[in-house]
């Protein structure tokens, strides 16, 4: 008898071993925990940090606005590259695999000028973004997601902010957020149907020379722009953050700001709340701030950094698990050019779980983050002439 169950336990721990050898590999995805501040990944679903350089060689200036992750653990980037004459480029997309290898890039040339200045996914597993095509043009494309061209559209005579400001709406149409190209410029926002046609323009009446930097869609089919409110005559700037109704319309603003100049630079949606992102002057040169709010602009938390360098925020996304991730420079001074890659990973409430820097040298101003598929951080940005993309860990690791 002792033998009989001892030869069916045998069997059935043989039979487990041949179903794990032969099944699929696990699949990477996002159900993570945190543990001390540090996000953990279940078994079998690690994540492989890279980096790479997009035409080491520096045959063309390159630079990055946008990261897009791919259901693949690889990511989009949307740039443009000038090949010769640097002022003549080509709004670019490059795709990369999840160990950093380019799959394919697509080149788009609208005139003498051609560039990218914001994008999406959209929720149809296409993609769409937005830039200025020459003669100052602003050009809004609908991509397949091999880049193929399904529609253009043309937005007129609009200076647009090189950040994030295209925002896919819940019937599939698209907000483009700019600005006025006159001398008392004046922020504004476009809403356009799924195929591109304008639906409807409104100039915000805030101060001369205001941009808005990020828009997003509120449960209420209106909208929430972050904007920055100049007062030339105190040399000073706040946040502010305006919300309008379905048509455009402002319902209310709020102000949020400190001594000094505050500077907006990116807006998500956590559930019924949004954060607002930026910097601003404090002690040490520039501060890293966030402002998290109701639907009605309440305040409900704010972060400030108050390290002893310059920090400043250009980007960020929030995580799936709830985490907000945000990406901008560390630098010497305010007026420094040069220093490193700041990555921030904050959690709800405004708890700072972890912050790393990475690279040193000469930077663009516009470095952007995603959260890839498996759970890791994209990031790209520019350094000379060469637009760089990386993957790293959850926890930054690279």
Same mark, same amino acid.
């Given at each position: 008898?002792?033998?009989?169950?001892?030869?069916?336990?045998?069997?059935?721990?043989?039979?487990?071993?041949?179903?794990?050898?032969?099944?699929?590999?696990?699949?990477?995805?996002?159900?993570?925990?945190?543990?001390?501040?540090?996000?953990?990944?279940?078994?079998?679903?690690?994540?492989?940090?890279?980096?790479?350089?997009?035409?080491?060689?520096?045959?063309?200036?390159?630079?990055?606005?946008?990261?897009?992750?791919?259901?693949?653990?690889?990511?989009?980037?949307?740039?443009?590259?000038?090949?010769?004459?640097?002022?003549?480029?080509?709004?670019?997309?490059?795709?990369?695999?999840?160990?950093?290898?380019?799959?394919?890039?697509?080149?788009?040339?609208?005139?003498?000028?051609?560039?990218?200045?914001?994008?999406?996914?959209?929720?149809?597993?296409?993609?769409?973004?937005?830039?200025?095509?020459?003669?100052?043009?602003?050009?809004?494309?609908?991509?397949?997601?091999?880049?193929?061209?399904?529609?253009?559209?043309?937005?007129?005579?609009?200076?647009?902010?090189?950040?994030?400001?295209?925002?896919?709406?819940?019937?599939?149409?698209?907000?483009?957020?700019?600005?006025?190209?006159?001398?008392?410029?004046?922020?504004?926002?476009?809403?356009?149907?799924?195929?591109?046609?304008?639906?409807?323009?409104?100039?915000?009446?805030?101060?001369?020379?205001?941009?808005?930097?990020?828009?997003?869609?509120?449960?209420?089919?209106?909208?929430?722009?972050?904007?920055?409110?100049?007062?030339?005559?105190?040399?000073?700037?706040?946040?502010?953050?305006?919300?309008?109704?379905?048509?455009?319309?402002?319902?209310?603003?709020?102000?949020?700001?400190?001594?000094?100049?505050?500077?907006?630079?990116?807006?998500?949606?956590?559930?019924?709340?949004?954060?607002?992102?930026?910097? /601003? #002057?404090?002690? %040490?040169?520039?501060? *890293?701030?966030?402002?998290?709010?109701?639907?009605? &602009?309440? =305040? +409900? !938390?704010?972060?400030?950094?108050?390290?002893?360098?310059?920090?400043?925020?250009?980007?960020?996304?929030?995580?799936?698990?709830?985490?907000?991730?945000?990406?901008?420079?560390?630098?010497? /001074? #305010?007026?420094? %050019?040069?220093?490193? *890659?700041?990555?921030?990973?904050?959690?709800?409430? &405004?708890? =700072? +779980? !972890?912050?790393?820097?990475?690279?040193?040298?000469?930077?663009?101003?516009?470095?952007?983050?995603?959260?890839?598929?498996?759970?890791?951080?994209?990031?790209?940005?520019?350094?000379?002439?060469?637009?760089?993309?990386?993957?790293?860990?959850?926890?930054?690791?690279?």
């Amino acid at each position: 008898m002792l033998t009989r169950i001892l030869a069916a336990f045998v069997a059935v721990l043989t039979l487990a071993a041949l179903l794990a050898c032969s099944s699929d590999p696990p699949v990477a995805h996002n159900d993570h925990t945190e543990i001390n501040g540090e996000v953990v990944h279940p078994p079998g679903t690690p994540v492989r940090p890279w980096s790479t350089i997009v035409d080491p060689a520096a045959t063309g200036t390159y630079t990055s606005r946008v990261v897009i992750p791919t259901k693949d653990n690889g990511c989009l980037m949307m740039g443009a590259v000038a090949i010769g004459d640097p002022m003549a480029s080509d709004a670019l997309v490059i795709k990369f695999d999840s160990r950093g290898g380019i799959e394919w890039r697509r080149e788009y040339d609208g005139g003498w000028y051609d560039n990218v200045h914001a994008g999406c996914a959209t929720a149809d597993g296409n993609l769409a973004m937005v830039g200025i095509t020459s003669p100052s043009r602003q050009n809004l494309r609908k991509l397949t997601a091999n880049g193929d061209v399904l529609w253009e559209s043309d937005l007129g005579n609009l200076f647009l902010n090189s950040n994030n400001v295209l925002t896919e709406t819940t019937d599939g149409g698209f907000v483009v957020v700019g600005r006025y190209p006159s001398v008392n410029a004046r922020p504004k926002i476009i809403r356009t149907d799924k195929s591109g046609n304008v639906l409807w323009s409104k100039t915000l009446q805030v101060s001369d020379h205001s941009d808005i930097r990020a828009v997003v869609e509120t449960s209420d089919g209106g909208f929430l722009c972050a904007s920055v409110r100049n007062r030339f005559d105190h040399m000073a700037a706040d946040m502010l953050l305006i919300k309008t109704d379905s048509d455009g319309n402002p319902a209310w603003q709020r102000e949020f700001g400190r001594v000094g100049v505050d500077v907006p630079m990116a807006l998500v949606r956590v559930n019924d709340s949004y954060v607002m992102a930026g910097w /601003g #002057v404090g002690t %040490g040169g520039y501060d *890293i701030i966030l402002y998290a709010v109701d639907a009605s &602009g309440t =305040l +409900l !938390w704010e972060y400030q950094d108050h390290s002893p360098t310059t920090t400043d925020c250009a980007d960020m996304c929030l995580a799936e698990n709830g985490d907000l991730l945000l990406v901008g420079r560390q630098m010497p /001074g #305010v007026c420094g %050019g040069t220093g490193n *890659i700041l990555v921030s990973r904050i959690a709800r409430g &405004g708890r =700072l +779980l !972890w912050q790393k820097t990475y690279d040193q040298g000469q930077f663009g101003y516009y470095p952007a983050i995603a959260e890839a598929a498996d759970g890791g951080i994209l990031v790209t940005y520019d350094k000379g002439p060469r637009a760089h993309v990386m993957k790293l860990g959850p926890n930054g690791e690279l």
